[in-house]
């Protein structure tokens, strides 16, 4: 168990619906990313938040938002899901940007 | 953008042998991180060892040791006395110095052979 907390496990939805993935970080971690892994494929970074600030973003679709909120949760929003959207998503935590990371279980988001 | 090559989509090993899964990375920096991060079937990513460019030594973990080739950008995983619960997706992954953004290889899916 790493630490990172992340909810819901699974999630089924429809397309072009909106949905909303959560993490909470590790006790004492200020940065929090955020991942994107298709069927088979490698970990494509989305965000990365540091103390509720944007610090990094990678390729995060215009669809897809999240946030870092004062008790350094996160969130993650995706909307006008699309069935390639379906793929598991994790958070990671790190003390500080660029340390180690530590990853949740991850969400996995099924687009029908 | 820095990219990390992993060039072995599968590789098997026999159970108690030794496996050595490749990666390579593009960087024009002088110091960084490197990783490497298995993925068994339940999906958790855990790290296995992470080894520092500014160290020569290369690092080691128990059964797992990395072999660090700075100038040819090289940073392998050796798996020694290999066991079942080593199967997994095995990911490198790169890092600059004072970056905020990891950089993650396309994995190598290992199996154990029984």
């Known amino acids: 168990d790493s630490g990172v907390t992340q909810t819901p496990k699974h999630l089924i939805t429809a397309t072009g619906q909106r949905v909303t993935l959560r993490c909470s970080p590790r006790?004492?971690?200020?940065?929090v990313y955020w991942y994107q892994q298709s069927l088979d494929q490698g970990l494509q970074f989305l965000i990365q938040?540091?103390?509720?600030?944007?610090?990094a973003k990678g390729n995060i679709l215009e669809r897809f938002s999240a946030q870092q909120f004062p008790d350094l949760h996160s969130e993650l929003n995706l909307s006008s899901l699309e069935l390639g959207d379906s793929a598991l998503y994790f958070c990671a935590s790190s003390v500080s940007p660029g340390n180690e990371q530590f990853f949740g279980p991850g969400t996995r988001l099924t687009v029908l | 953008a820095q990219t990390v090559t992993q060039s072995q989509p599968e590789m098997s090993v026999q159970e108690a042998e030794t496996v050595t899964l490749s990666c390579t990375y593009d960087?024009?920096?002088?110091?960084?991180?490197l990783f490497w991060y298995k993925q068994p079937p339940s999906r958790q990513m855990i790290l296995v060892i992470r080894q520092e460019a500014y160290k020569q030594q290369n690092a080691t973990e128990n059964r797992f040791s990395v072999n660090f080739q700075k100038a040819a950008k090289s940073f392998s995983l050796k798996i020694s006395d290999s066991q079942l619960g080593d199967a997994a997706m095995y990911f490198c992954a790169y890092r600059e110095l004072t970056g905020n953004q990891f950089y993650f290889g396309t994995g190598t899916s290992l199996t154990v052979i029984p």
């Open positions: 938040y540091y103390n509720g600030e944007e610090r």
């Open positions: 006790s004492g971690d200020l940065s």
């Open positions: 960087t024009s920096e002088s110091d960084y991180y």
